[in-house]
């Protein structure tokens, strides 16, 4: 358990080393602010952690086929989150590469014109006769026009000056210039170099999940046939989306709700809950809501499933692997970890009773405790858990109810 738990917590403690780095550079208000960001997303990740060993602790003391690909997913899952952040690093580096770029430009076209003007002065002074102060002292001529001619005389050096210190200044900015796209080069090798040896990695881990899954593959498709296996898999997750229920009422303010929270109800296996006339920015997605992954729905709601026995809670969307899935709506990762019967699942808190449930995942790209945007990609396409197929498992619950994702999608 303490080996599963330390490849759950990867995510958690990529987003602490984020939060440490912004707390070393904010302010003191701003510091004491992250800082209790920090805690309370230690005690978010503590509580569901805990949640995981609860349902852990509930599973039948027989090992499952499907449990033998866990530690092979979750690796796989981890190296591609790790590609994934890679990928992002290396577009912020080579977007401000080319704003250094742009800069050095600028600095160019800055110094080619000032060398233009400094040259022109010194062409009118030393080659076009210009008079310098001693000249005009010696040649008697009018005080008063003497004075205007030093007083002219003055601001062209001084005009000269000021060329000459902003022409040594972009030399310098310059310098700066060519040495931060150093660094910033060999920081994006560096992360090149990264990527090859995670994609060499990724490789390694998708063989090693292969060979295991040739080797279980008869037992893994007897178990999935079994209707009791089937109803222990829902049962784990509506456990799991209950204790999720419990963590987030206990971290609403007292003052959003009277009293304790009732336990959910139980889900209906023949009919699709309805959320009802309910307000908040979730529920305005009816109607228009995007499904998760582009693909063709093959398990859908309340239908019977291939297996025999059960019926879907949610729908199965058979898609290509490694295609992205994104959010259906902003919310907050509660769960983001490999659960029997689901794979890499990963679960979406939107607000006011609303989840959304993302199983079979190749790889999980969010962590516990991310802000989510509406259509950010939060996970990619697989078949993981011993699904047979490559696709999305996706649920849509409110209050702890399933009810039917294609009733509120735009594009049914």
């Not at 784990?236 to 959003?256: E, M, N, V, W």
Request: net charge positive; aromatic share 4%; hydrophobic share 40%.
């Amino acid at each position: 358990m303490k080996r599963g738990c330390c490849k759950g917590c990867f995510t958690f403690h990529v987003s602490l080393f984020t939060i440490a780095l912004a707390l070393l550079a904010a302010s003191p208000a701003q510091a004491a602010s992250i800082e209790g960001k920090k805690e309370e997303l230690q005690d978010l990740k503590g509580r569901i952690e805990s949640l995981r060993r609860e349902v852990a602790a509930a599973e039948e003391t027989r090992s499952h086929a499907a449990d033998q690909l866990r530690e092979a997913e979750s690796s796989i899952s981890n190296v591609n989150r790790r590609l994934h952040e890679l990928a992002e690093e290396g577009a912020a580096l080579r977007g401000e590469l080319a704003n250094l770029d742009a800069q050095g430009q600028r600095l160019d076209r800055q110094s080619g014109s000032q060398q233009n003007q400094l040259a022109r002065l010194l062409n009118r002074q030393f080659v076009g006769g210009d008079a310098d102060a001693m000249k005009l002292l010696l040649a008697g001529r009018d005080p008063n026009q003497a004075a205007r001619d030093q007083y002219f005389l003055n601001q062209l050096s001084r005009a000269k000056a000021e060329m000459i210190q902003q022409l040594r200044s972009a030399a310098e900015e310059k310098k700066q210039l060519a040495e931060k796209v150093r660094e910033r080069q060999a920081q994006l090798a560096r992360i090149e170099q990264q990527q090859q040896e995670q994609r060499a990695q990724l490789l390694e881990r998708k063989k090693q999940r292969q060979t295991r899954l040739v080797a279980i593959a008869d037992k893994l498709k007897a178990q999935r046939r079994e209707i009791d296996s089937l109803r222990r898999d829902e049962q784990r997750l509506t456990r799991l989306i209950d204790g999720l229920i419990r963590i987030a009422a206990a971290r609403k303010p007292k003052s959003a709700g009277k009293g304790k929270p009732g336990p959910a109800p139980k889900t209906s296996a023949l009919k699709s809950h309805d959320p009802g006339n309910v307000g908040g920015a979730f529920a305005a997605l009816r109607g228009r809501l995007r499904l998760p992954v582009k693909g063709s729905v093959a398990g859908r709601f309340g239908t019977p499933r291939p297996e025999g026995g059960a019926l879907w809670k949610g729908i199965f969307i058979r898609a290509t692997e490694g295609a992205e899935v994104r959010a259906v709506g902003e919310g907050t990762v509660v769960f983001s970890d490999w659960l029997r019967g689901f794979g890499n699942l990963l679960v979406i808190d939107h607000g006011d009773d609303f989840l959304s449930v993302y199983g079979n995942n190749e790889s999980l790209l969010a962590a516990v405790g991310a802000a989510i945007k509406n259509g950010q990609a939060v996970a990619t396409v697989g078949n993981s858990g011993g699904n047979p197929e490559s696709g999305l498992y996706f649920e849509l619950r409110h209050r702890g109810l399933a009810f039917d994702p294609l009733k509120w999608a735009g594009n049914p």
